[in-house]
């Protein structure tokens, strides 16, 4: 579900027409969010899963706008960190830290401290040696922390070799051998409380089965640790569900708590879950105006003011998201966000962007209504891992955020200056 719709020939987020918007003085490059969107897909999940009452812990690292961070919370979301940074956008925008888990394979002693100082709920271990190095940290600091130590569950997510996390091959988290020996060893540590097993497949899984499989697996290893006298109380299944790219492919998230909450009801478990695509992706579109068409032998090129440095997803996973302009007119005005069957002449382009890499395209041999310099194109599901992943490549000041709601918006991101560019450089 989402809440960009074509209405007379025009795009609108929510109840207002992107064009206007995008004229109002926003400009381009831009990302327009939906807020309503974002609330519904939060809630959508919390109700699937509601039975197992468990903590949705937002997933930072896929939209991190600090505005979009508080509109979650005020949901009663819980929030999934990865870094001292991220920790910091979450309490500022006023996360429960009760609510924070923290994961990631590379914590550096000032983050941890800063995680201890701000009474996070679990750590995620990813390893031994981190393990030993959080429970030096604690010990010395005469505190407690609770963690629970990431599996890795050994189950292929069939998903881009660059977001499988699950393998074994992959560097997160212990294999389930291993982990047995880690709570050998560390597991009845005072300092650290290791009281939980956190999963985490891959992103996307458009599919229920690898889930299934591995959290029978933590399940197993739940029971046998359980029979050793640890005493196991949370499990976080971690996120990875599907959104919608092309044509609906993404399950809902009644369809994964269907099979899930079977598996997990009863077990005595606190249920954590770390959604961050399901929830962003298609909440947000991106906006780019065209420069230039240019003809090269046979191929058409659409010259785009986005770039790489604003949506990195086509360059580095070759992701697809659906183009489509933002004012196509009545006779190219889609009934669903999916290819019309019934379009007039369409021309078949590559949408690229100024940045100097030949990989710096948006999209790809599409079919899109003639464009015109001047036009304005909407990348679509662009949402989660967008702006979090943009850059500054070619010093291309980063884009404006806007956030939608009803019939109203307001700038959540002003668009960076020349100044911002060299602001660190000159601050020395
Ligand atoms: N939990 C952990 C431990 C994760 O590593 C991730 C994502 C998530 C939760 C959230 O996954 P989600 O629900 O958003 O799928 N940049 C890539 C995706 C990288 C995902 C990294 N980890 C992309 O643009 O597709």
Known sequence: MDLFTYRNGELYCENLPVRQMVDSGIGTPTYIYSATTFREHYSRMASAFAELDPIICYSIKCCQNIHIIRLLVDQGAGMDVVSGGELYRALKAGADPSKIVYAGAGKTDKEINEAIDAKIGWFNI???????????????????????????????????????????????????????????????????????????????????????????????????????????????IGGGYGADYSAGEALSGKAYAQMIVPLLRGQGLKIILEPGRSIAANAGILVTRTLFIKRSGDRQFVIVDGAMSDLIRPALYDAYHFVWPVAPGPQYALTERLRDL????TVRVDVVGPVCETGDFLAKDRDLPPIKRGDLLAVF??????????????????????????????TIRRRETYDDLIAAEEQV
């Open 126 to 236: 990813e390893s031994e040696a981190e393990l030993g190095n959080l429970i030096h940290i604690a010990s010395q600091r005469q505190t407690t922390v609770r963690a629970a130590l990431r599996v890795n569950p050994d189950v292929d997510p069939k998903t881009h070799r660059h977001t499988t996390t699950g393998k074994k091959e992959t560097k997160f988290g212990v294999d389930i051998e291993r982990a047995r020996r880690t709570f050998e060893e560390y597991g009845r540590n005072k300092s650290v409380r290791l009281c939980g097993i956190h999963l985490h497949i891959g992103s996307p899984v458009n599919a229920v089965q690898p889930y299934v499989e591995a959290i029978e697996k933590a399940l197993d290893l739940i029971l046998a640790l359980r029979r050793d006298g640890f005493e196991i109380d949370t499990l976080d």
């Open 342 to 345: 019934n379009m007039p002449e």
């Open 381 to 410: 599901s662009a949402g989660a891992y967008g702006f979090t992943m943009a850059s500054h490549y070619n010093s291309r000041p980063n884009a404006a955020e806007v956030l939608v709601e009803g019939s109203t918006f307001r």
